[in-house]
């Protein structure tokens, strides 16, 4: 990890090393702009995978609980392998008025995770892949969900769309790879994200559902 961090152009930086369930790996402060550098390190590693975060509160495992038990990212990836996405998606009651025609608009700029707060820290986790970063940081974009099930929409986003996440915070950013070309495949998305994360679209679902296929990230966001 420490030729990583020098290749990286990250030794001198403070650098903490944060230990879940025997499993160590380093969370770097930075300063100046975060992304180009978690780009180079995802460029450097193919046994890490860097995600930024906003503040350290991110990385709190209260917020992996179940039934009052603390939750290893072990734990949440095992519950993940059986985890019913759909079935949770299938409860979400979406009514005429969230669907919307698709005709009240968006707005492109309006899907900026940096509008949320400038990454703070780049935590290098001890997995490769992306999805198994919902297991080690606490997505806020996904408040009250069950940890393993942003674990499963992740795997199906970047199976999907070459999605992967890049901040997770108050909002959760993804870099997306292939977006979806047919509005049919961009509506379930749509409909996908704001079951997850409620504040996610700023417009009704098939209107957010346009934006989907023009859109080479994304923003989920959802709160309190």
Do not use: N
């Not at 495992?61 to 949770?88: C, M």
């Not at 700029?109 to 919902?134: M, S």
């Not at 795997?155 to 959760?172: D, F, K, M, N, S």
């Not at 870099?175 to 495949?185: E, F």
């Amino acid at each position: 990890m420490d030729e990583l961090l020098r290749a990286a152009g990250l030794a001198d930086a403070p650098t903490r090393w944060h230990e879940v369930d025997g499993e160590r790996f380093p969370v770097v402060r930075l300063s100046g702009s975060a992304e180009p550098v978690r780009q180079r390190v995802r460029a450097l590693s193919t046994a890490h995978y860097p995600v930024l975060m906003v503040d350290m509160m991110h990385l709190d495992r209260d917020f992996f609980r179940v039934d009052g038990q603390l939750s290893t990212p072990a734990d949440v990836l095992r519950r993940a392998e059986t985890a019913d996405l759909d079935a949770y998606l299938a409860r979400w009651p979406a009514g005429q008025e969230e669907l919307g025609t698709g005709e009240e608009g968006y707005f492109l700029d309006a899907y900026d995770v940096t509008a949320y707060g400038a990454p703070q820290f780049l935590a290098i986790l001890p997995r490769p892949e992306p999805w198994a970063a919902f297991a080690y940081v606490d997505a806020y974009g996904g408040l009250a969900l069950p940890p393993e099930l942003m674990v499963v929409a992740a795997r199906r986003w970047h199976e999907r769309h070459g999605a992967e996440p890049t901040v997770i915070g108050l909002a959760t950013g993804f870099t997306v790879a292939h977006p979806p070309a047919l509005l049919v495949d961009a509506e379930r998305l749509a409909a996908e994200h704001v079951c997850l994360a409620g504040l996610t679209a700023g417009t009704t679902i098939r209107a957010y559902a346009k934006a989907l296929t023009e859109l080479d990230h994304w923003t989920l966001y959802s709160r309190p």
